[in-house]
Structures are given as structure tokens and as C-alpha cells.
């Protein structure tokens, strides 16, 4: 593009016309053919072209020059004259054009058309039932360039099915097929801009925006499908106006004042204005009249690159300014096509010939096409043409031409078709229709529209206008945005942040407060919960297999967790067992040994060696607690560990009743009761405590089994595998048993004071019951308050410390007598009967040393 600007700066400077006479370039508009092209393009421009202030029906005045309506006007003339001379699409065939200016207002627009529909070499419109045969003065419309304009028009062609190709006209609305039939368009619709603008706050993180629209339609519909796009991504709008088409609407500007007032103290730095040029003009001069702070500007096609706007006095001041515009493919011979249309037109033989050719009649009833375009010279063009925005215009041309030339039928040799093309027949073929325009191949889609890219264009402020640099395209995506090129009116050109909210960390959603998504307080994911989404506004929980930390944005499979072996408490239970099991084997070992010595005897002969094996049992019952549980092992843990506990116990208990007998009842009382309490009886006892336990675990088991259950909940990051009680007061029935046996043996021996030439073993009897009764007692809250996991181990270790309690308490200073201490090993000091004399406690002989001893 530079490279054209100096071609064209070097054009005006040699080639200009230096004559200073009036040129005839308006007269170069408009060329008959077999097939005339209707134009319409913005040559000029009304100040104030308002409909409110109008008394007659009479046109405005159009007293500015636009270049780029002439530039596009131009480029229309070089196509037909391109097709003319080729014989690839109308061999054979001239076509014609008929260029007018529309001057950027609907009621000047309205009378071109007006013309357009007229009869050929006539100014009037025939009023028909059917238009079927009706053949208007042009084939079809090339323009205009608005979409104001084009909903004017756009309606009016379709009354009458002319087709009608915009190379400018972006509003979505157009595309409706069933108001606008015979509307097309080269440029893409304004969804697809807007989508673009989308993206854009998008890539730059600008969710706290304002959003200004013409108030027009253009505008109203563009800010209307912003509104809906922004929404959908989650973008807020901060502050939403229209802007009056004018800036000495005093009434409609107060609105705009207020607008912007409210967008300069809020903390919103990005401006999206989605306006018509003559808007964005009374907005503009307003805010540089009150030096509002810089802002990005996010422009629309429509005055991104008006002059009317660039040229501001202090336009530079306003801030940054972006915009998408559609890729327009370069022309090469364009520059030289209007060099040489300009000295043409400054040549007085050229001019005549003209002037002879064309009788000139539109003239009498729109007046005269382009009078400005008659005093200019190649440097008033120079800087639009090195732009090279004109390959709409130009695509436009070759699309009509298409359409005929499939409508005739044509080939390389000629035209077949002999009865001339009335307009609703070329729109026939111009549905879904593949063009090519300067080597590119471009198709309608079913709405009329082509699919183009777009350029992401920066001002970039070099002269006293801004020069227009491309930083980024778009074409289905933001690509290719070069971030190192955009410069920005903040300090040290860092990039302008607009959000009502900083963005939250991870593991953290958003709770909105006011009416804005965008202003939100960040709220850390509790445990359990975690962040889905960036813009989620709760925390989803995990399911229930699933666990997380606080502020997570993810969840974790949670593992299976039981009281496994290896668990540090279980290889310490496991020691104590040892140590525990072992005792008990050493003890019984002992006991066994020595079954015939009185102090054998004296603890109950027999009975204690089942006492000793029972607390054997005990060890071994602990073993069903840790390891992953099973159904069976849940069945089994309290019955195993339980039972034979009330075995050892029940031997302690007939002791105990024995002391209790011979210290606190009458000796003859004393002897039968104590005969009832040895022998046959004692194991009957024993066999009844076992029974009764046995039933209480039995209808424990039947009435409240055990199960094993997986908890999801009690551990943060595991699932517990454990045996679930199903009623803790029918486990304390199971312990009933046991308990009042531990307790009568208590009762009965915690009294009792011995003779000191004697053995005692009402003490014995009490600390084994006491520490029985203590752990027990403390089992019940340190089951309740240790983890859920470690409750296994603590039933364990009860029964360990239990047994080891008894073990201590009963069986070891009898052990060490046995060892250590054997002169003591006497019915004397045991049994209390004479030297010699040595009985034992299943025996008669006992009962006589114990008899003889109370007397």
C-alpha cells in the first residue's frame, strides 16, 4: 500500500491538470449499452440533510466532494469497460452504465431509482397490474454504499425484482430474504464484523464496555446483535446509548452528554461505537469539545474510514481507535484507469463529443450528477486511491455480468438467447451464484452475501490525518494479531484494561453483585467442590467417588482406606499381641507344668489353664480387626473376641466367689456353698456364662449384623472400607455379660482383707477386674472421638490391653513365684492346710486344707 500512495502522490504532482477550466468527468457517468447498469454512490455530501426541518419536498444541496464515492463510481465504469472489451462473459454484447450521486441521503437516492425504473428514453413509470414484461431503463443497481440508504432502496427494487449489488451496505437486516429478495451485497454482513468485534474485547480481556450506536437503523440493529454477542460471552455493557445523526440536535445530544459522562467516570476503557459517519461526527466533536479522557474505540466499517471523522479537529486526543474492515482485493490498473479518465475529461474535444452524444435528459429532473467532480484534480483522489478500497464496487459489476451471461446462455462464440433479459430473470440465476472479479472466485450465499475477510485496521496518527495499519485479520477466527504493533494511548503504552472485576484466581467463582455479570466478588471452592468453568458463578461438587482441596479445578478419584497391616498403629498392636500372646503361651506353658503344685491348684487347676487358653483366644480374636474387611470377618469380629473373654472371665469369677465365701459367710454355710463352687459345678458355671454370652451375640448378629460398607463422606480424600454397626446399644448388650461378671468379681474381692502367712488372690482378682472395667470404661469415648478409620484399631486394642490387664493382674506373680520364688509353692501359704499337705481344688483334700484352715 505505501508503494501506491507514493504512485499516486507522484501522479498528482505531474500529471494533474493545470488548466483550471471545469473538466466534463460528471458527463463520464453514465454510457449507453444493449444492457444499462443503474449506480448509486456518495459523490458529495449534505451538511444538514435532516427530514425534520424540511417544509417542501425539495433535494438537499450536496455541497461536500467524497473521493471515495468518485474512486467507486470510477471503478464501475473501468469493469463494464473491462467486459466490454473481453469476450469471456458477453461476447458480442455492450453494456452500458448510468451512475448517479446519491449524496448520502434517502431523499436523494429516491430519484435515481426512480429513474432507474423508468421506461427506456423516458422519464415516466407506468403503473401495471404485471410487470412481468415491463422492461425498466437498467438491468440492475450497483449500490448504494450505505445501509441506511440500502433499506430505502432495497424495498423499493424488490417491489419490482430488480436486482440490486451493494458494495457497501453491511446490515444484517439485509439479508432477509423475504423483505429484500433482490438485494446482494460484496461485502459480509454486519454479524460477521461484529463477531469480529467480539472476539477482539475477547482477545484483550475487555468485558466492561460501552456500547453507542447511531440513531438510525444502521445503528440501532448493529447494537442490537453487539448486545446479543456480548451477552453470549459473557461481556457486559456497561452503558448502552444511541447517538444523534447530528450535533446541533441540542435535545438528542443532552442524551449523548450524559452517555459519555458516565462512561468517563466509570472505570470503562473501551468504547465500542457502532455508528453512521455523520454520528460519529456530532459524538466526536462533542467529546473533544470537553476533552473527555482517551478511550479504545472500537469502530465500525461505516466511519473507520471517513474523512469526515479522520479530519476533526484534535481527533488525535480521543484515544485509540480499532476497527475491522473487509480485505479489498488491490486493482493494479486502477491508478493508471483514472489518470487517464481525469485528463479525458479535461480534454474540450473529449468533453464535446460527449456533450453531443448524451442529450442529457435525467439532468432536467435530478439535476446535475456530480458538479463537484468537475473541479477536482488526481491529488484531491490520491489519497483514497492509494488505499484501494474499491474491489466491491468492482466485484459488484462482474456479478451482474455473470448473472446475464448465465441467463443468455452465452459462450465463447456469442449469445444465443434473442429476447431481451427483463431483471427478474437475471435474478434467477444470481442465487448461490460463483463469480470470478480479478481472479478471485466469490459466491452469494442463499441470503445474498460473500464471504470475505476482514483487516484489523489501527489509526496510526503520522500526519494530520491517520494512515490506516493493518494489525490483525479475521476470517471465521482472530488470527495473526500483532500485538507488537498496536500502540496505545496509555503510558508506556501498556494495554488498557476495562473490567468491572479483576479476574478471579483458580478454584475460585464468581458471586455477582448489582445487575452486571462482570461485577463480581471472588469466592474460594470449598473442599469437596471445585471451579468447572473460568465464568462459573457456583462450585460444582464433586460426585461421591471424588474428592478435592479447597480452591480446586478439578476432582481426584478417592481411594479405598481401610486398617491395613501395614498401618504404623497396626504393627504396633501387632507387638503388643506378640508380646501379650507370648506371656499367655509362657504362663499356660507353666501352669500346665506345674498343674499338681498348690499354687496351680489354689488358682483353680484346670479352670486356669482354661482361663489362660481363653485369653489366648482373646490375641488370636484381635486379628479379625485390621485388613480390608470382609463380610465374614465382620460377622466374626465380636463373637471370637467376646466369648472366649467370657471364658477366662467366668474362671476369675468363681474365685472370686470362693474368696467371697470363705472370708464374709459362716463356715457352715461357707462349706456347701463352696462344694457347689468346685468340680463339676465350676465348669457348669463356665458353660453357662458362655452360653449366655453366645445367645447375646447371637441376637446381636440376627437382629443388627454387621455390613460392610464404603463411606464416602467421613474421610476427605479416601473412601473408608469398614464393618458398619447398625445399633451401638445392642453392641453394649454384647459386653453385658462380661461387664457383670467383671463387676461381681470385683465386688466380691475388693474387700477382702487376707492373712499375711497367706497368698492373695482376692488382690489379684481385683486389679484384673479393675483394669477390665478401666479399659472398657475408656474404650467407649475413645471410640467416639478417634478417626473413623482408627476405630478398628482402638477395638483392638482393647481387647489386647484387657488381656494383658488380666495377664498381669492374675497370672504373672504366680509365674514368677513358680520361678523365682518355689520354696513358697506350699498348701501352707496357698491353700493354707498343713505341711505336706497338698490337695487340689477339683478334690476333696482341698476342701478339707481350706476347712481346717477357717477353723
Request: proline content about 6%.
Amino acid at each position: 500500500m505505501p508503494s501506491l500512495a507514493v504512485l499516486g502522490l507522484s501522479l498528482a504532482a505531474l500529471l494533474s491538470p493545470g488548466t483550471g477550466d471545469p473538466l466534463c468527468l460528471s458527463r463520464q457517468l453514465k454510457m449507453s449499452g444493449d444492457y444499462v447498469l443503474g449506480g448509486l454512490f456518495p459523490l458529495g455530501t449534505a451538511e444538514d440533510a435532516s427530514l425534520r426541518g424540511r417544509t417542501q419536498p425539495r433535494g438537499p444541496v450536496c455541497s461536500r466532494f467524497s473521493a471515495l464515492g468518485l474512486l467507486w463510481a470510477l471503478t464501475v465504469t473501468m469493469a463494464v469497460e473491462e467486459i466490454n472489451n473481453g469476450s469471456a462473459l458477453l461476447p458480442g454484447l455492450r453494456l452500458g452504465y448510468d451512475l448517479f450521486d446519491t449524496c448520502s441521503e434517502p431523499v436523494v437516492a429516491m430519484k435515481p431509482s426512480l429513474m432507474f425504473l423508468a421506461r427506456t428514453g423516458s422519464c415516466d413509470i407506468a403503473a401495471y397490474c404485471d410487470y412481468t414484461r415491463y422492461r425498466p431503463r437498467v438491468l440492475a443497481v450497483i449500490g448504494p454504499h450505505s445501509s441506511e440508504l440500502a433499506l430505502v432502496t432495497g424495498k423499493f427494487f424488490s417491489f419490482f425484482l430488480v436486482p440490486q449489488v451493494s458494495y457497501g451496505a453491511s446490515m444484517d437486516r439485509l439479508s432477509t430474504r423475504e423483505t429484500f429478495p433482490s438485494f446482494f451485497r460484496t461485502v459480509p454482513s454486519d454479524r460477521v464484523q461484529l463477531t469480529a468485534t467480539v472476539e477482539l474485547l475477547q482477545e484483550f480481556g475487555w468485558n466492561w464496555v460501552a456500547a453507542l450506536g447511531s440513531d438510525d437503523e444502521y445503528g440501532r440493529q448493529g447494537l442490537s446483535i453487539f448486545s446479543g454477542l456480548a451477552n453470549a460471552q459473557g461481556i457486559c455493557i456497561a452503558h448502552e446509548g444511541l447517538v444523534p445523526l447530528s450535533h446541533t440536535d441540542r435535545q438528542q445530544l443532552g442524551k449523548v452528554q450524559d452517555i459519555l459522562h458516565q462512561v468517563n467516570q466509570s472505570n470503562v476503557q473501551v468504547v465500542v461505537l457502532f455508528a453512521s459517519a455523520h454520528a460519529a461526527s456530532a459524538l466526536f466533536t462533542y467529546s473533544i469539545r470537553y476533552k473527555l479522557s482517551p478511550k479504545v474505540w472500537v469502530a465500525s466499517e461505516a466511519w473507520l474510514t471517513s474523512e469526515r471523522v479522520m479530519a476533526l479537529p484534535g481527533m488525535a486526543q480521543v484515544g485509540t481507535v480499532l476497527g475491522f474492515l473487509h480485505r479489498s482485493l488491490p486493482l493494479p490498473k486502477f491508478a493508471n484507469y483514472v489518470k487517464t479518465r481525469l485528463h479525458l475529461a479535461a480534454n474540450p474535444a473529449f468533453c464535446a463529443s460527449l456533450s453531443a452524444e448524451q442529450p442529457g435528459l435525467e439532468e432536467h429532473v435530478v439535476g446535475p450528477r456530480c458538479p463537484q467532480c468537475d473541479c477536482i484534480s488526481l491529488q484531491n483522489v490520491s489519497a483514497e486511491l492509494a488505499n484501494q478500497r474499491t474491489f466491491p464496487a468492482y466485484a459488484a459489476v462482474y456479478s451482474v455480468a455473470q448473472a446475464l451471461h448465465n441467463t443468455l446462455q452465452c459462450n465463447s462464440s456469442g449469445c444465443p438467447a434473442h429476447e431481451p433479459v427483463q431483471p427478474w430473470q437475471l435474478l434467477e440465476n444470481m442465487y448461490n451464484m460463483s463469480f470470478r472479479a480479478h481472479g478471485l472466485t466469490l459466491q452469494f450465499d442463499v441470503n445474498g452475501n460473500v464471504d470475505m475477510e476482514y483487516d484489523l485496521k489501527l489509526w496510526e496518527w503520522k500526519e494530520p490525518t491517520p494512515m490506516l495499519r493493518t494489525v490483525g485479520t479475521f476470517h471465521r477466527r482472530l488470527h495473526l494479531l500483532q500485538h507488537s504493533q498496536i500502540v496505545w494511548h496509555t503510558a508506556h503504552n501498556e494495554v488498557p484494561v476495562s473490567q468491572c472485576s479483576r479476574q478471579c484466581r483458580e478454584g475460585q467463582v464468581r458471586r455477582v453483585k448489582g445487575f452486571h455479570s462482570c461485577c463480581y466478588d471472588c469466592v474460594d471452592c470449598k473442599a469437596g467442590s471445585y471451579q468447572h468453568r473460568a465464568d462459573d458463578f457456583i462450585c460444582t461438587t464433586c460426585n461421591h467417588d471424588e474428592w478435592s482441596p479447597d480452591r480446586s479445578t478439578r476432582c481426584f478419584p478417592r481411594t479405598t482406606r481401610f486398617l491395613a497391616w501395614g498401618d504404623p498403629a497396626v504393627l504396633g498392636l501387632l507387638l503388643l499381641l506378640a508380646l501379650v500372646l507370648g506371656l499367655v503361651l509362657a504362663a499356660l506353658g507353666l501352669f500346665v507344668h506345674h498343674q499338681d503344685s498348690p499354687l496351680v491348684q489354689a488358682s483353680g487347676g484346670l479352670l486356669a489353664c482354661f482361663g489362660l487358653a481363653c485369653l489366648g483366644l482373646v490375641c488370636l480374636g484381635s486379628l479379625l480387626f485390621p485388613g480390608r474387611p470382609s463380610p465374614a470377618s465382620c460377622l466374626a469380629q465380636q463373637p471370637l473376641s467376646h466369648l472366649p473373654l467370657t471364658g477366662c472371665l467366668s474362671t476369675l469369677f468363681l474365685q472370686a466367689a470362693e474368696i467371697f465365701v470363705e472370708s464374709e459367710l459362716p463356715p457352715s454355710w461357707a462349706a456347701w456353698l463352696r462344694g457347689h463352687l468346685q468340680g463339676p459345678w465350676a465348669w457348669l458355671v463356665v458353660l453357662l456364662a458362655i452360653l449366655v454370652e453366645a445367645a447375646l451375640c447371637a441376637w446381636y448378629l440376627t437382629a443388627f449384623p454387621p455390613e460392610v460398607v464404603t463411606d464416602w463422606q467421613v474421610l476427605p480424600t479416601e473412601a473408608l472400607v469398614h464393618c458398619r454397626v447398625h445399633s451401638w446399644v445392642g453392641l453394649g448388650l454384647v459386653h453385658a455379660a462380661n461387664a457383670a461378671l467383671a463387676s461381681l468379681c470385683f465386688l466380691g474381692t475388693f474387700l477382702v482383707q487376707s492373712r499375711p502367712s497367706r497368698y492373695s488372690r482376692a488382690r489379684g482378682i481385683t486389679f484384673a477386674t479393675l483394669a477390665y472395667l478401666i479399659t472398657w470404661v475408656s474404650f467407649v469415648p475413645l471410640l467416639a472421638n478417634v478417626q473413623v478409620a482408627y476405630q478398628p484399631a482402638v477395638q483392638m486394642g482393647a481387647l489386647l490391653l484387657c488381656a494383658l490387664g488380666i495377664l498381669a493382674a492374675v497370672h504373672l506373680p504366680k509365674c514368677y513365684l513358680l520361678l523365682w520364688q518355689p520354696e513358697l509353692n506350699t498348701p501352707e501359704f496357698f491353700l493354707g492346710g498343713a505341711p505336706g499337705e497338698a490337695t487340689g481344688r477339683d478334690g476333696s483334700r482341698g476342701e478339707e486344707g481350706t476347712r481346717g484352715k477357717s477353723e
